[in-house]
Each structure stands twice: as structure tokens, then as C-alpha cells.
């Protein structure tokens, strides 16, 4: 009896043990992944999507430890169902995202519930962790545990596998999803591509003839500017779930910037939203004016936007109107916007 009682409590805490574990490598993953516009975000995003199936494997245990906790007359419960519905909403979120079988829930993409239910999540479970405390002993750090964990880490993985198979074997619209798991939109059509901001920025309108951009030394209104004609072929990748790729015209940042010798870029726009890019990166960057030899419309940023290849769209900055260099790192400015 007693044996028995006592591995059912190890099993309780090794499974709360292993979520908590893989709660924080989702959430390390997740954002690592908006961090690249390139391979390593595909790399992520296998560890993510491991992590994020292996929760949702171990749901049958977890129901079992919940069914007794409720069962108990305490404070906080509601947390605790909180918690579970926003994991699970994320969950199916992501997978409705990754299936391709749901990817919107009213105004907003999935990928936005995704993310938007997994940081609300974030509170609660800091409080579930501190108020319903595990105690680990020594005899849960066997090498059994190790095992077992190992072999749920294995199923999730090839579960993951199998999902991605299934979805290209189904033709689901997940099939065709860019290594970021984005979705194409409005590709060489400008008209149809989608607006979108980090997070409360509303579109700004600009007097084209009022308009004009501050760079070191000197000011350029939008007429000087339109007589550039550099030309790139890139892919916008939103963290909300599309990608759009476009023929971006205008101005290549190192005509702007000849002689720079500070160290880093900053890049403004009208709404005081702003990122920082190595001043080696000049002459790959690109302030557009126009995309698809239309002039850019308001949503797009117009007068000017900027145009960074196999970066993810919130580097993108859009309504620039001024371009500075300082001796400031680069890498000395928030991961993600603030605003
Ligand atoms: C996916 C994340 C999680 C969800 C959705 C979740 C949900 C729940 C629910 C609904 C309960 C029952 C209600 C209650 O006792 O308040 C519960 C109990 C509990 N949870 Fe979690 N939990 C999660 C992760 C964790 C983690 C990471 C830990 C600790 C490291 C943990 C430790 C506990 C403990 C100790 C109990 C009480 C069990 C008992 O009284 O017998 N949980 N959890
Ligand atoms: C509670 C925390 C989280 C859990 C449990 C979770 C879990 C999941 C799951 C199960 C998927 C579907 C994977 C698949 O089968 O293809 C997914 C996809 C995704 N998640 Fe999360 N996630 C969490 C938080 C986040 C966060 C915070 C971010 C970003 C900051 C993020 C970014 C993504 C992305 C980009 C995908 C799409 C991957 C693709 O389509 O290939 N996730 N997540
Ligand atoms: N000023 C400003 N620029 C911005 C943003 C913003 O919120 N404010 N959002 C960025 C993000 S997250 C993306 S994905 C792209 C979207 O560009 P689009 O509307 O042309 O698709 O703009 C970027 N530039
Ligand atoms: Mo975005």
C-alpha cells in the first residue's frame, strides 16, 4: 500500500517535473525561432514542436494528478484550470497553424492566439510552479526517470514526424508552409499583400510633399529619394504567420551612408518604433518607396520602408523618416520591438 502510494506520488512529480521542463524549452524555442529569418529558426522549431506534442502526451497523466488536486478543498483552483485551458487553447492553435486546418479564430491568425495564449499563460503558471510545489527526492533522479523520459521525449518526436508526413500526405495547407512555418500571401501582387504591425502601431499618414528623411547630415524629401532606382526581389516573413515576397524599389542604404565609420544603424520611424542594424549591413538594406513598381500605400509604410532580407518582418521598420549612426553595438536593443 504504502509502495504503491509513493509511486504514485513519484509519477505525479516526475510528470509536473517534465512539463515544467518542457513549458520552458516552447518557450525558449518559440521565441528563438522569430528570432532568425534563416535555418536556425527550422531548427527551433523541430525542438519546439517536440516540446510542444510531448506536453500534450503527457496530458494523461497530468488529468490524473489534476483530478486529485481538485479533489482537494483549496484556493486557486481556478489558476490552475486557467492555466490548462490557455496551454491547451495555445496547443491547438499551434496545431490548427501548423495543419494549415484552422488558421485564423476571428480577427486573429492562429499564430497570434498561439503566442498570444502561451504569454498569458506565463503568470499563472509561475503561480501554479511557487503555489503547488513539487518535491523532488533523490530517487527521482534514477536512471529510470532518465529513461522514461527519454522514451516520451522519443514518442513526441516521432509524432511530430509523423504529423508533418501526414500533412503533406493529406495535402493539407500546412504542406506548404516556409521552414519559419509561415504561409504565403499576395506574393508579387502588392494589392492583395497583408498589412500587419508588431503590436498597436495604427497607421500613420504621411503629406508626401511635407514628408522627408534625416540621414547624418542631411535631409532628402521623398522627390530626391524616387530618383533612386535599386532594385531587390525579398521575402517579408511575419511572425503572425505569412510570408509575402515582393520587388522592393528605392534606395540602397549605403548610398545613403557613404562614409559611415560608427559602428551601428538606427532606424526610424514615424511612430518612434525603431531597430538597430550593423553598420556593415548598409549595402544589403534597402529603404523602398515602391514594391511591385507601384508606389507603397499607407499600410505599406509609405513614404518609405525598409526592405532587410532574411530578416523577419518586424525588422522591417515602416514610416521611416530618419536613418542615424552611432557608435551604439547593434546587439544593444531589445530582441523584439517594445510598441
Ligand atoms: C501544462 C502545465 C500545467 C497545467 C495545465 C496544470 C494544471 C493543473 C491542474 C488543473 C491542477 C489541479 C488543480 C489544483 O490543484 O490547483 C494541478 C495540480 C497540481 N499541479 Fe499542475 N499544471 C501544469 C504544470 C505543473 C507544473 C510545471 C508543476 C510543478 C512543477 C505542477 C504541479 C502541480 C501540483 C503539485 C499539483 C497538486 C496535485 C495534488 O494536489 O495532488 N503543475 N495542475
Ligand atoms: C505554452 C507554450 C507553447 C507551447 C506548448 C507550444 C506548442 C506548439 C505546438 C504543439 C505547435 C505545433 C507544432 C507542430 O506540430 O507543427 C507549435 C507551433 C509553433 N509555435 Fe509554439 N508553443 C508555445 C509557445 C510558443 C511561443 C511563445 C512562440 C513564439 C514566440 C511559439 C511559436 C511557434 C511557431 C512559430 C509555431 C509554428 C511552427 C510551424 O508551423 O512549423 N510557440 N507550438
Ligand atoms: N513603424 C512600424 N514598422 C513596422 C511595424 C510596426 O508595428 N511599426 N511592424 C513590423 C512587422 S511585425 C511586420 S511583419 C511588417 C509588416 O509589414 P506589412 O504591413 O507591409 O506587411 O512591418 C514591420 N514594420
Ligand atoms: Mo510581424
Redesign the pocket.
Known sequence: MRTRRYGAIKLGSQTNVALLGLLAIAFLTGWLAFAFGTAPARLSLIVHATGGVAILLLLPWKSMIARRGLARPRGGRWASIGLGMLVLLSIAAGLGHSTGLVLSWGPFSSMEVHVGAALAAIPLAVWHVVARRVKVVRADLSRRTFMKGSVALGAAAVSYAASEILVRAATLPGGARRFTGSYEAGSFQPAV???????F?AIPVHDPDAWTLRTPGREWSLRELATFDDRMIAT?D???GFY?TQEWTGVRLDRLLPDIRESSIRVV?S?G?DRRFRAGEAGSLLLATRFGGTPLDA???FPA?LVAPDR????????VVAIEVDDVPYWWQSPF?V?
Do not use: A, I
Open positions: 499583400m497583408p498589412v500587419s504591425s508588431w503590436m502601431d517579408l511575419c511572425t503572425g509575402s520611424s511612430t518604433y499600410g505599406h509604410g520602408r523577419r518582418g518586424f525588422w522591417w521598420v515602416k514610416w520591438p510598441q
